[in-house]
């Protein structure tokens, strides 16, 4: 049971190239997250998805699209980066929360990071 | 909107020394709050959690009870420990079903030398 998992650990871009960030989960987890962490700024909320094929805006979308095409993975996607994306990027998921069991604050699992640089 | 204030850092003790870091809160709704912590080169684990008033959470040694009457949800520790430096972070998420997100604070370096 590897939890969350993000692929790559580190990238280094040039203003303009494209690239895809990987997370994959194996918890069987109906939501995924993706925020960026920025010195001062604690974790913002980029997208996130609440089931497979539906994702939805976060605190800070613009410049990233994500993609929930199975169960298990999330992508999000830098179509034209720009250096103001130099950010370290985590990935979460967590369960979906059942209204008739009054369960609230569903834990989020955090995957490891991956860092990137926009030059 | 939602907002978490938490204690500026960096934060340095002395091994078994006690720990408060603060953290308050500003909520529209009744949120549900968490602590995180991030230790070097990881990303984040969920500390404790409470969510609803009066509620204490714990682990590790470490706790946080959720005071609405002040909005804090303030982390304690009795007698730190080297492996407890790292980085906590504080966070909130209002109680509205379909409602995911988290809103974290800046975050809170803790050092603690021997």
């Known amino acids: 049971n590897a939890g969350v998992t993000q692929t790559p650990k580190f990238r280094v871009l040039k203003t303009g190239q494209s690239m895809t960030l990987l997370c994959a989960q194996d918890?069987?987890?109906?939501?995924m997250y993706w925020y960026r962490q920025d010195p001062g700024m604690g974790l913002r909320l980029i997208h996130y998805s609440v089931g497979e094929g539906t994702t939805a805006k976060g605190e800070v979308p613009d410049g990233y699209n994500v993609s929930r095409l199975k169960k298990q993975n999330f992508l999000l996607g830098l179509e034209s980066a720009a250096p103001s994306q130099t950010s370290v990027y985590f990935c979460a998921s967590s369960r979906r929360r059942l209204r008739a069991s009054g369960i609230l604050g569903e834990t989020q699992y955090f995957g490891p990071g991956t860092r990137l640089l926009v030059l | 909107g939602d907002s978490v204030t938490q204690m500026e850092g960096p934060v340095t003790l002395s091994e078994e020394a006690f720990l408060t870091i603060n953290c308050t809160y500003t909520?529209?709704?009744?949120?549900?709050l968490f602590w995180y912590v991030q230790y070097p080169g990881e990303g984040l684990q969920l500390l404790l959690k409470a969510t609803k008033a009066d509620d204490k959470g714990s682990n590790k040694g470490f706790e946080a009870t959720y005071r609405k009457e002040t909005t804090s949800f303030h982390l304690e520790k009795g007698s730190v420990q080297v492996s407890d430096s790292a980085v906590y972070f504080c966070?909130?998420?209002?109680?509205?079903?379909?409602?995911?997100?988290?809103?974290f604070g800046t975050g809170t370096r803790l050092t603690i030398i021997p």
């Open positions: 918890m069987n987890h109906e939501y």
């Open positions: 909520a529209t709704g009744y949120p549900s």
């Open positions: 966070a909130l998420r209002i109680s509205n079903f379909g409602n995911e997100k988290l809103t």
